[in-house]
């Protein structure tokens, strides 16, 4: 090869990794910024409820004071790293920030690694995790912070601690809005789950039945619901006992 094309070769590969380290430079989490919570006002980006993403549809959850959950957590950086949030914000990988599916941005949301028992306080501007059964995407900053980059994936718990100060209890004004649990061709498994919700949640669950060409349905219902935030605190609570397949019905 000759020598001042290898010469070139050379000056642009270290170049490229000069780069790429720039991009994705370490950082010492005792520097990271920590935030103070607080009740900031709702995004006017980012907030519109109900929205679909692949073919699912999430609801924005209006009471979110003393929400927690237990699951996984990923972390996203570069690939993101100056694009716009959910709420029209530039994410910076550098923060401590994350996005999640239901919450209301901005939210401040303490997540606890639950390996090594490592805590950081993050701010939720973005929508995500939409992949698996994560709970939370993280930036770099915060995954950083738990010290779970390498791995990729966190076993976590989160629990909001502050939350928008401009939440409103929207009411639902077209047709009756049912929760309904499950739609089963057996009549005793629908009652079951219908007194396993009963009990979770203290109010009256009902079974109905559907005649269809195939035989009946037994629809096992909440409701009807008056507010929007009724539907996410009940999705909250039934999906937080095992109930996971729970749809929200307008008749």
């Given at each position: 090869m000759n020598r001042n094309l290898c010469f070139i070769l050379i000056g642009l590969l270290a170049l490229s990794a000069c780069g790429r380290k720039?991009?994705?430079?370490?950082?010492?989490?005792?520097?990271?910024?920590?935030?103070?919570?607080?009740?900031?006002?709702?995004?006017?980006?980012?907030?519109?409820?109900?929205?679909?993403?692949?073919?699912?549809?999430?609801?924005?959850?209006?009471?979110?004071?003393?929400?927690?959950?237990?699951?996984?957590?990923?972390w996203y950086g570069k690939k993101f790293h100056g694009r716009q949030t959910s709420n029209q914000e530039v994410f910076d990988m550098y923060k401590l920030t994350a996005a999640h599916k239901t919450l209301p941005l901005p939210s401040y949301v303490e997540v606890t690694n639950k390996k090594n028992n490592k805590k950081v306080i993050v701010r939720v501007n973005d929508r995500g995790p939409f992949v698996g059964d994560r709970i939370i995407d993280l930036s770099y900053a915060a995954a950083k912070a738990l010290d779970f980059v390498n791995d990729g994936i966190a076993n976590v718990h989160i629990r909001v601690v502050a939350s928008p100060r401009d939440l409103v209890d929207k009411p639902i004004t077209q047709g009756s809005t049912y929760l309904q649990l499950g739609a089963f061709s057996d009549k005793n498994a629908a009652y079951n789950l219908?007194?396993?919700?009963?009990?979770?949640?203290?109010?009256?669950?009902?079974?109905?039945?559907?005649?269809?060409?195939?035989?009946?349905?037994?629809?096992?219902?909440?409701?009807?619901?008056?507010s929007e935030s009724k539907v996410n605190q009940l999705i909250n609570q039934i999906t937080a006992n095992g109930i996971s397949d729970a749809k929200v019905i307008t008749e």
């Open positions: 720039d991009k994705y430079r370490d950082i010492d989490t005792n520097s990271i910024k920590p935030w103070s919570p607080q009740s900031e006002p709702l995004s006017k980006y980012g907030n519109h409820s109900p929205y679909r993403v692949y073919g699912k549809t999430y609801r924005v959850n209006n009471h979110p004071n003393g929400y927690s959950e237990t699951g996984k957590a990923s219908a007194r396993k919700a009963s009990r979770i949640l203290g109010i009256e669950t009902f079974v109905t039945i559907l005649s269809t060409h195939t035989g009946a349905l037994h629809r096992v219902r909440i409701g009807p619901v008056e």
